[in-house]
């Protein structure tokens, strides 16, 4: 049973910067990999993100083209909380915001491919201006 709660999206100029809070329970974050998604409208749901944490407790990262450079994932084990520190925002950027855990295949490289990652929170909407 996994369960996690977004948060931190809202409303921002280009250019400008937001971080998710992701908090997670009934999963260690060790042998596991954890991933941050968004979906704009019309649009289907995409990989921003990723994170996988090893039975020693050491993070490795992984981020989509778009956002390389821009993004930078992490988590905090004390709080069972991942981030999405999001600077040099765009408007391309703006869309609903989700993390979550991977579901699929072990062997499966931690990367954010929305198939292999469940179940979907409520998300938290990023909204991005001109």
């Known amino acids: 049973q996994v369960q996690q709660v977004e948060s931190g999206g809202g409303s921002v100029q280009a250019g400008g910067s937001l971080r998710l809070s992701c908090e997670v329970s009934?999963?260690?974050?060790?042998?596991?990999?954890m991933g941050w998604f968004r979906q704009a409208p019309g649009r289907e749901r995409e990989g921003v993100a990723s994170i996988y944490t090893s039975y020693t407790g050491r993070g490795t990262t992984d981020y989509a083209d778009s956002v390389k450079g821009r993004f930078t994932i992490s988590q905090d084990y004390a709080k069972n909380t991942v981030y999405l520190q999001m600077n040099s925002l765009r408007p391309e950027d703006t869309g609903m915001y989700y993390c979550?855990?991977?579901?699929?295949?072990?062997?499966?490289?931690?990367?954010?491919?929305?198939?292999?990652?469940?179940?979907w929170g409520q998300g938290t909407q990023v909204t991005v201006s001109s």
């Open positions: 979550a855990a991977r579901t699929g295949p072990s062997w499966l490289a931690c990367r954010a491919v929305p198939a292999n990652f469940g179940p």
């Open positions: 009934g999963i260690s974050f060790n042998g596991n990999c």
